[in-house]
């Protein structure tokens, strides 16, 4: 069963830094584009970060760019979300997401696996 397991949440002051990982199981992860969403109340899923399965491409969107870096290890089948500098509105649930193509877990919103999502949340 494929399987998709984020750690790392929690509770962080306005400015403080926080890294998300992600377990990949049950499928051939290494073959696949692996990204980031998250969805605070209210709103709709957003993408905040996508890595290419092979080549190390990434995106980022404006609201993360600079702040948020991906980086994914093949060999353990991972990948992580370092967040620094957080906000307020950053505060969500981030779910880690696989595609086999790459646009499609860069700007959502559907994915072929999806995680159960981990919360954070940034305090002002």
């Known amino acids: 069963e494929a399987q998709l397991v984020e750690s790392g949440g929690g509770t962080v002051h306005a400015g403080g830094s926080l890294r998300l990982s992600c377990a990949a199981s049950g499928f051939a992860a290494g073959d696949y584009a692996l990204g980031w969403f998250r969805q605070a109340p209210g709103k709709e899923r957003e993408a905040v970060s996508c890595i290419h399965s092979s080549d190390g491409s990434t995106y980022y969107p404006d609201s993360v760019k600079g702040r948020f870096t991906i980086s994914r290890d093949n060999t353990r089948n991972t990948v992580d979300l370092q967040m620094n500098s957080l906000q307020p509105e950053d505060t969500a649930i981030y779910y880690c997401?696989?595609?086999?193509?790459?646009?499609?877990?860069?700007?959502?919103?559907?994915?072929?696996?999806w995680g159960q999502g981990t919360q954070v949340t940034v305090s002002s």
């Open positions: 997401a696989a595609d086999r193509t790459f646009w499609r877990v860069c700007i959502g919103p559907r994915a072929d696996y």
